[in-house]
């Protein structure tokens, strides 16, 4: 199995400023990583599949890059309603598909 | 509009068994594959189970192996996810989500998924 380990746990940012979330798996797993973002109360949304391709109304402020292992999901400038939990998850080797601990972005 | 509802949760005993029902819409459900992923209370996300288009592959989680079966009717276009032997464990919002490519048994991401139905198992 796949471990996907994020980093930070929690990342501290104001509104307007950069947000650079982590992820690392444990093996290769090319470029089938996806993005989510959920907000408390509300079901995961996609955000990034292929590593780097936005999905359908993603917004351009969101930008996803890596491959192998190492993989980068940033927010160029964090608008109030970014504050959020981030989970990335690989769906290169399965079963299973893996997901990180997830991120949570919150307001500095 | 792809949506996916959820239905089924509630309380549960340890032991005890649950049938989760997934109501889709808005797209071919017969050419999608399906899943099952849950998030316990303050978790993370977990996926738990994936049927594809046909019912001809299904995959499980080794933390329900052998306790749930995931389904679908592609008549109704529904999928479920009977949950037998419950655990504490298993308590979590289940969610119904959607495989993105039709017509393929590779799985990909999720890109959409329904609100989530509540499971506790408590005595």
């Known amino acids: 199995e796949i471990v996907m380990t994020q980093s930070p746990a929690t990342l501290s940012v104001s509104p307007g400023e950069r947000a650079t979330l982590s992820c690392r798996a444990s093996?290769?797993?090319?470029?089938?990583l996806a993005w989510y973002q959920q907000k408390p109360g509300q079901a995961p949304r996609l955000l990034i599949y292929g590593a780097s391709t936005r999905a359908t109304g993603i917004p351009a402020r969101f930008s996803g890059s890596g491959s192998g292992t190492e993989f980068t999901l940033t927010i160029s400038s964090l608008q109030s309603e970014d504050f959020a939990v981030y989970y990335c998850q690989q769906y290169n080797n399965w079963p299973p598909r893996t997901f990180g601990q997830g991120t949570k972005v919150e307001i500095k | 509009e792809v949506q996916l509802v959820e239905s089924g949760g509630g309380l549960v005993k340890p032991g005890g068994s649950l049938r989760l029902s997934c109501a889709a819409s808005g797209f071919t459900f017969s050419s999608y594959s399906m899943n099952w992923v849950r998030q316990a209370p303050g978790k993370g996300l977990e996926w738990v189970s994936s049927i594809s288009s046909s019912s001809s592959y299904i995959y499980y989680a080794d933390s329900v192996k052998g306790r749930f079966t995931i389904s679908r009717d592609n008549a109704k276009n529904s999928l479920y996810l009977q949950m037998n032997s419950l655990r504490a464990e298993d308590t979590a919002v289940y969610y119904c989500a959607r495989d993105p490519k039709a017509r393929t048994t590779t799985p990909y991401y999720f890109d959409y998924w329904g609100q989530g139905t509540l499971v506790t198992v408590s005595s």
């Open positions: 093996q290769s797993v090319s470029s089938n």
